[in-house]
């Protein structure tokens, strides 16, 4: 009997019937009503009609290709327009002085979505003689590091590059602050310039009428072409940031400079 019953058990098993269930299952618990459900994640703006344009929160205009809710899919890292410390503020504004730039202060600026100037300046002449055409709106340091770059290394490099006589009559830029993207972008990191930590200069203008366009000059063997170069790579020790038409496409027609803090002290220059 013994070997009959190993016989139908191993049949049982090798037939894969069910083998009845050791106790009662218990019931399956009921979903906790009290629950909170979570709230569904805001999809990320799809438009990207290049032909869009806006308003900022304070009413300012946008540029085209950028809408105001489009810096909605950045990560609020910076919300807040940066507050200028006081002491500092002050020093950068004596320095600019004694250098001889020509400013006024103004009105805090805050265009929403962390797009402001705590204590914005409006330059016209970045030094005596010099101007920035047309005037810009930038925070202190920003007009600091350019009137330094524009006295120590770019009037020194024009008058090796054109002569003992030639002197910078203007910048010529093409963005100070403005509240936008990175790259006029639709999407992405905000931008320098929306905190006023950024200018771009398009060309630079002679006492004489000459002017230089900011343009791609790796390959120029000319002296236009090593002045370009040369303020360019002296531009690094001035600002944090330099970008030039070697960069990108977007930087074909401009160098950009900013102010932006890294850690260590850190430069991007390229």
């Known amino acids: 009997m013994r070997h009959a019953g190993l016989i139908l058990l191993c049949s049982l098993i090798a037939c894969g019937a069910t083998l009845p269930q050791q106790g009662p299952v218990p019931a399956e618990k009921p979903e906790n009503s009290s629950k909170p459900t979570p709230a569904p994640k805001p999809a990320a703006p799809t438009d990207n009609d290049s032909s869009a344009t806006g308003k900022t929160e304070s009413g300012r205009d946008l540029p085209a290709g950028w809408k105001d809710d489009a810096i909605d899919a950045v990560p609020p890292v910076i919300v807040e327009i940066e507050k200028e410390d006081e002491g500092a503020y002050r020093a950068c504004l004596a320095a600019l002085r004694t250098l001889g730039a020509s400013f006024t202060e103004g009105a805090r600026i805050d265009d929403g979505k962390g797009c402001g100037i705590d204590k914005p300046i409006e330059v016209n002449e970045i030094l005596p003689g010099t101007s920035l055409k047309p005037e810009g709106t930038m925070r202190c340091e920003t007009a600091l590091a350019l009137a330094r770059w524009t006295r120590e290394t770019a009037a020194p490099a024009a008058k090796v590059a054109f002569g003992p006589d030639a002197a910078i009559g203007s910048l010529n830029q093409a963005s100070s602050y403005v509240c936008r993207l990175r790259n006029n972008g639709s999407t992405g990191k905000i931008s320098e310039h929306?905190?006023?930590?950024?200018?771009?200069?398009?060309?630079?203008?002679?006492?004489?009428?000459?002017?230089?366009?900011?343009?791609?000059?790796?390959?120029?063997?000319?002296?236009?072409?090593?002045?370009?170069?040369?303020?360019?790579?002296?531009?690094?020790?001035?600002?944090?940031?330099?970008?030039?038409?070697?960069?990108?496409?977007?930087?074909?027609?401009?160098?950009?400079?900013?102010?932006?803090?890294?850690?260590?002290?850190?430069?991007?220059?390229?």
């Open 194 to 270: 929306a905190r006023g930590n950024a200018i771009d200069i398009a060309s630079i203008t002679l006492k004489d009428g000459k002017t230089i366009d900011i343009q791609p000059r790796d390959d120029d063997g000319t002296l236009t072409g090593a002045f370009q170069r040369a303020i360019t790579a002296t531009a690094c020790l001035y600002f944090t940031t330099v970008l030039d038409p070697g960069s990108d496409a977007a930087h074909e027609t401009h160098l950009h400079f900013d102010v932006i803090e890294r850690k260590n002290g850190y430069r991007y220059c390229r």
